[in-house]
Every structure is written in structure tokens, then in C-alpha cells.
């Protein structure tokens, strides 16, 4: 299915006089445009019950008749609201944009509903490690399915994917979840690992869920694309969505995931102690491990916010020790202009630079990831090494601080929190309007239903050409690390 954009008229008047020629070759590219339209656009499939359900019934939406809620003209949402998913152009064409072109059916109420409130039985389960808002998206999925839709069968899934077939479900009630916004973790417990594809669709099926919710990781979302494949597979009417949950926010397409606005303001407590450590010490440096295992950005979006980082190292750029450019070279020239440097360095940087042995190389988590080693323990050893070999004799300090689950385990601050209630209603509304096998979140700024398949594909991870590292770099005036 595509999509037609209008038409925009390109109207450029700056003076030919102060541009230089490469600025007067794009005014001229820029000029020679009189009309400009978009090319099709892709509509993403988002994958729905009566694809492979026959004879479904549908229900005017109970929302119609509920008491707090009213809606208006224009409240509900029809197949023909989307949502682009590139929405920055170049007219001149002398930068390609990215292609396919794609969009997304927007997220909300639909005026038509597949379940009966009084017949549906959700689960929620929590998979992964812990983030800041886990308990907000549970409590507003419990409250939401109540209050909005009347629904009162609804279960928590103790310890993650294994629950399904290893635990008794727990009855959820808006009374049971009051405060559980105010709190870190998560109260229905998680696990990493125990996916067990078959016993899990059994139990789902044994227990008489038909709505599932599924809170986690990129690795979480592949299991959710399984779950809902073999539901398919066997034709029942158990709709599956996914809310996507990763501190590092390293899922793709959507515009962030939930905890980590929270995560880049508790970061700034562990780089201001550092700060301090470093700056009452003779030759301090404060050294701050962030999370980050394949992407940098809790530690780019720290810096940025801090302004007192002199070096920020993330795993989308790799770096060196020794040598002209490296990162000693620039340490020794900091202490000697500051007498201080604070150090911001992201879980997964530096991996490949690290000794391991065999073993360690081979060792992998309950999830299946790589174990990491730990780079700041690391780095703190080599600092201190290069310190006593080329300035023996000299006062030196490195305080090393990893604020790790610390972070972790606070409660989403105001914005995390609103964010996590809208995911889970996005959630809640795209279940009872019949589809499956998507994942809620926000595009440029308007929520989403994504398929699921192409969230547990896609990666976000740090882009270091655009203007945000640019501004790290003039922040922190750090090397490139780049070899002459």
C-alpha cells in the first residue's frame, strides 16, 4: 500500500553574494525544483486475528459507554492514520534519503473491538534485567485493562519466560497495584533465559489467556516473535504484543525506549562524584562505567548533559591506549592543563582491545549474549600502569565508579512514568482492536504499532557522523582515535 504526499514548493532567496560555490551549486539545485512530491510509501502490514481466523465477531467499543471516558469526533483511529517513519528530506537530491520509505498504523482506540471485556484473560509477564519503569507499564496495563475496558481477569507472570510454565499466575487488581509506579524493579519478578517455545504456547493455551504482554529486551522481542508465530501457527485467538524495554535504549525504530531518560539523569550523580573525586585530588581522574553493551547512548546523552566529561567512549567507536592520538596521549595533556580529567566509558567499548582468554572468549550469559569483561576495572589497571611507568614518582589518583545497578533498580522519574502509562494503553488498545504480533511505540513523537518482526531486526545504535556526536566531540575536545 503507498502513500501520497502532497506537493511542496521550494522558494529559496538567500543572496548568491556571501555563499560559496558549493552553496551557490545547491541554491541552483534547490531553484531548478518547481514542485517536489514524495515517493511511495510503504504502509507496514501489521498482522491482525482475522488474518487467520475466520467469522470473528466484532463489538462497538466499550469505551463508547464508559462513564469517565467520552469520546469525541475524531477519537478514534482508523486504518488510514499513519505515521512516517522518515520525515527529513533533502530537496536538492543531493542526499538520498533512506529507502524504502516506510509507515506505521498509528496507535489509539479503534471503534470496533474483537473481545468481549468479560472473556478476556491478559498476561503479563517481564523478562530481562531490570529498568527503571517495569512496575509503571504493569500498573497501567492493570488499570488500564479495568478501568477502560472493564476487563478483571488479568495475571502476572512470575520470573520472566519460565513462568509461563514453571509458576502459578498472580490475579492482578487495580488495588494490588496502586503503588507500584513508586517503586524500582520489578514486583512480578524477571529471569533471563528459560524460553521454552512449545511449553510456553502450551501453557498460554492451557490457562485460557488470550491476551499476552510481553515487557523486555531486543532478545525478549525475538522470543515474542516465536510465541506469536506458533499461536498463529495453531490458529488461536491470543493476541501478543510486545512493549519494548531496554535501559541502553538499543531497540530500533522507535524513538527511545522507557527507563532510559531516567537512566541518563541518575548517571549525572555518579559523573559529578567523579567530578569532585577527581578535581580534590593531585592528577585525579574520575572514571564512570555506564550501561551500554552494544550501543553508547546512556553514556553520549550523560556527557552531553554533564558538560564536565573530558573523554566519552562508547563501542560504536573504537579506541587505543598508546601511541599519537590515543587515549593516554590525550589524558597526560588534560592533567597537565586541568590537574583533573573525568572519564565516561560505556559497558561495551573497549571489548575487543581487552585481553581474554579461550574461555572467556566462548563464555556466554542465560540470554546467550557474550559475556562482557569489565572495561572501567580494566582501564583503571592500564591508567595506572601507564601512570607509574612514565611519571614514577608522581602523586596519581583514578576513582573508579560503576553506578551499574544503582541505576538500574530507581523508579522512573515524571517523564519515563507518563511514557510507560501511554505504551501500556497504546498497548491495551491495539490488543482489544484484534491485532497481534506488534510492538507499541513512539515515531517522531506519535505512538505506533510496529510489527514485531521488524523490532526484533532492527538496532539503534549511536550514529557517529550526525550532529549529536559532533557535539560530544566539541564538548569534550577528545581525539578521534583515528591512527595517523
Known sequence: MAVSCPEVTANLTTSADTQSPSEQQRQRQDQSLDTFSFAPVSLQRLPHLADYLQNLQTLPNPLDSNRFF???????????????????????????????????HRAGPRERVFFEPSEVRAAIVTCGGLCPGLNTVIRELVVGLWELYDVREIYGITAGYRGFYSCEPVKLSPKMVHGWHK????ALETSRGGFDLEKIVNAIEEKGFNQVYIIGGDGTMRGAVKIFEEIRRRKLKIAVVG??????????????????QTAVEMAQQAINAAHVEAESA?????????MGRSTGHIALHATLSNRDVDCCLIPEVEFFLEGKGGLLEFLDRRLKENGHAVLVVAEGAGQSIIPRTESQKEERDESGNPVFLDVGGWLKSELKKWWDRDHPNELFTVKYIDPTYMIRAVPANATDNLYCTLLAHSGIHGLMAGYTGFVCGPINGTYAYIPLDDVAKAKNVVNTQDHKWAWVRSVTNQPDFVRS
Open 70 to 104: 467520552h469520546p469525541i469526533d475524531g477519537f478514534y483511529i482508523y486504518p488510514c492514520d499513519v505515521i512516517l517513519r522518515q520525515i527529513v528530506y533533502d530537496l536538492s537530491g543531493m542526499f538520498s534519503p533512506p529507502a524504502p520509505h516506510l509507515a506505521y
Open 243 to 260: 512493549i519494548p524495554k531496554t535501559v541502553d535504549n538499543d531497540i530500533g525504530i522507535i524513538d527511545r525506549s522507557f527507563g532510559f
Open 183 to 186: 517503586r524500582g524493579g520489578t
Open 282 to 290: 593531585v592528577n585525579g581522574i574520575g572514571l564512570v562505567k555506564l
